[in-house]
């Protein structure tokens, strides 16, 4: 089975620190994404990246950077969280050429 | 540019069937899909239909494309409790990247 881990289920910092998720595949996948989710809103691509070292920006890549030193391994780093960053964040990794994403369990961000 | 619609709440009764409508945009998309996430989860794929097809069946679930209305349904025949949860629609267009477009998702809510 695929499997896709995050380093934190729930995570709760203060504005103005820096903030890592950390996400993990087992797979191989060279395809690694960072989503948040929001209500209303659905999911929109931050981040994502298709091989290591390589990163790419999606839809809101603003407040946010990635790093990709492993295949199996993709960061998400807030240099300074804001409280209009609180929100779910997912991860998810896929083949180049498949047809499906998988997904990790999220983690639930706070920043007060 | 590309953009994915559902409505953001459906209730139903338990044993009745859920229709779960989604209209998309872009009429260059490849794969279209329903993912399903159940409270503090990641998102699940359910199933997938190329752009080539009209109607896909597996299970309980049927998936139907108007390609022409860019339209696209998921019903859930004999609902149950544990159908309850977000569904999420989602596209890929053809060339460059696997970028997925996710809808806003909708929630349903199965009533025993």
Sequence with gaps: DVKVTQSSRYLVKRTGEKVFLECVQDMDHENMFWYRQDPGLG????????????????????????????KERFSLILE???????????CASSFPSQETQYFGPGTRLLVL | ???????????VREGDSSVINCTYTDSSSTYLYW?????????QLLTYIFSNMDMKQDQRLTVLLNKKDKHLSLRIADTQTGDSAIYFCAETLSGGYQKVTFGTGTKLQVIP
């Design chain 2, 35 to 43: 993912y399903k996430q159940e409270p503090g989860a990641g998102l």
């Design chain 1, 80 to 90: 300074s969280a804001s409280t209009n960053q609180t929100s779910m964040y997912l």
């Design chain 2, 1 to 11: 540019g590309e953009d994915v619609e559902q409505s953001l709440f459906l209730s």
């Design chain 1, 43 to 70: 999911l929109r691509l931050i981040y994502f990246s298709y091989d290591v070292k390589m990163k790419e920006k999606g839809d809101i890549p603003e407040g946010y950077s990635v790093s990709r030193e492993k």
